[in-house]
Structure formats: structure tokens, C-alpha cells
């Protein structure tokens, strides 16, 4: 399958601070990205859905000023974690989905985030 | 966008062959239905996809009757790394991937 490649896999940052998370799709184009965050146990909760070169979809109860969602190209998105707290320590996805008529998507590793 | 219903949990002996049904009474016509599979601290990894009637790759089974309100999931003789949690997704290209709570497999020795 499609190759989709999350940096970083871990991360670990004081309060306050901005995270920054890369989702590149490596050998096809993606329109559409998807990013999840998931507790323990839990199921995948889908935060924004991006498109390429417009704003993010922002699901509900998602803070569109917290999570910071930029989708510049057709192989790169980015999500930023602004000003972050220890509640926001969690499993961060991406999801990358060919262009086109297609609906398979694909996923990146994830990236562990924790908050100090 | 279809809802989608699965058992919580299934257990397993190794060499067996496991069907996990997925229920999604309100499919739409363009709508495919998409199985992953998700092991701890990773992302999702697509198994396999179909539309209708029966879908094989070198991982698994794919049996859709043909009202398409229910699919089964069929993986052989599994074994112990094929515990994980097993997701049904239903939608076109155009929908949103909404994820529900999954079937964990536990795989016995």
C-alpha cells in the first residue's frame, strides 16, 4: 500500500509551548488528510478533515485556534499543537487519501504526545 | 455516511480462521466498505476494500452479501500477531472517515 510518514513518532514538551506535527503522503497525492487523536483503549476520534489549499473542517468540540491544521500541499500537512497542556497529551493520526474517485486512505505511525 | 456496528471483542486459538462481521444497515449506493487493522502505539494499516460480493488478498477475505447492509471480515489460520483491533469504515470518496469502536481480536496459542 500508499506510504504515509508522521514526524516526529514521539514528543515530549513543557506547557505552554507549540508542537508541531508533519504528515507527508511519500508516493502519491493526497487531497484529502485526516488527523485523529486517540486515548488509550479508546477509538480514533477524527479532529479536522484538510484539503489541499483551503482551511481545515473542523469536527465538533475541536478548537480550530488550539489545533492548528495547514494542508499547503498535496503531500504535506501540518498540525499544530498551540500552547499546550498536560489534557492534551494523547496519540496523534494522519490520514492521507488518494486524489481522485479513490477511498482507500492511508495512515502515518502517529505521534506519541506528552505534555509536561 | 453509514453507521456502523461491531462486536467489541472476539478471541481466537492460533491456526483457526476468524469472521468478523460488521453491520451498516444504512449503506449508501456509492458507498465502499473498507476494513483496518490497528495494533498499539501505530496508525491504522488498510487490509483490504470491496463494493460487493467477494473480495480476496493476500491477507484476508472480504463476503458481502448482496443488500450490502453487512460485511465479514474472514482472516485464515491466524496467528498471534494478528491481535489487534479490526475497524469497518463505510463511505465514498467524498466522506469523512469516521471511525467506530472497532473488534479487538485476541489470538490465543
Known amino acids: 500500500g500508499a506510504v504515509v510518514s508522521q514526524h516526529p513518532s514521539r514528543v515530549i514538551c513543557k506547557s505552554g509551548t507549540s508542537v508541531k506535527i508533519e504528515c507527508r503522503s511519500l508516493d502519491f497525492q493526497a487531497t484529502t488528510m485526516f488527523w485523529y487523536r486517540q486515548f488509550p483503549k479508546q477509538s480514533l476520534m477524527l479532529m479536522a478533515t484538510s484539503n489541499e489549499g483551503s482551511k481545515a473542517t473542523y469536527e465538533q468540540g475541536v478548537e480550530k485556534d488550539k489545533f492548528l491544521i495547514n494542508h499547503a500541499s498535496l503531500t504535506l500537512s501540518t498540525l499544530t499543537v498551540t500552547s499546550a497542556h498536560p489534557e492534551d497529551s494523547s496519540f496523534y493520526i494522519c490520514s492521507a487519501r488518494y486524489t481522485g474517485e479513490r477511498t482507500e486512505a492511508f495512515f502515518g505511525q502517529g505521534t506519541r504526545l506528552t505534555v509536561v | 455516511l453509514a453507521k456502523t456496528t461491531q462486536p467489541i471483542s472476539m478471541d481466537s486459538y492460533e491456526g483457526q480462521e476468524v469472521n468478523i462481521t460488521c453491520s451498516h444497515n444504512n449503506i449508501a449506493t456509492n458507498d465502499y466498505i473498507t476494513w483496518y487493522q490497528q495494533f498499539p502505539s501505530q496508525g491504522p494499516r488498510f487490509i483490504i476494500q470491496?463494493?460487493?460480493t467477494k473480495v480476496t488478498n493476500e491477507v484476508a477475505s472480504l463476503f458481502i452479501p448482496a443488500d450490502r447492509k453487512s460485511s465479514t471480515l474472514s482472516l485464515p489460520r491466524v496467528s498471534l500477531s494478528d491481535t489487534a483491533v479490526y475497524y469497518c469504515?463505510?463511505?465514498?470518496?467524498?466522506?469523512?472517515?469516521?471511525f467506530g469502536t472497532g473488534t479487538r481480536l485476541q489470538v490465543f496459542p
Open positions: 470491496g463494493y460487493k
Open positions: 469504515l463505510v463511505g465514498d470518496y467524498t466522506d469523512k472517515l469516521i
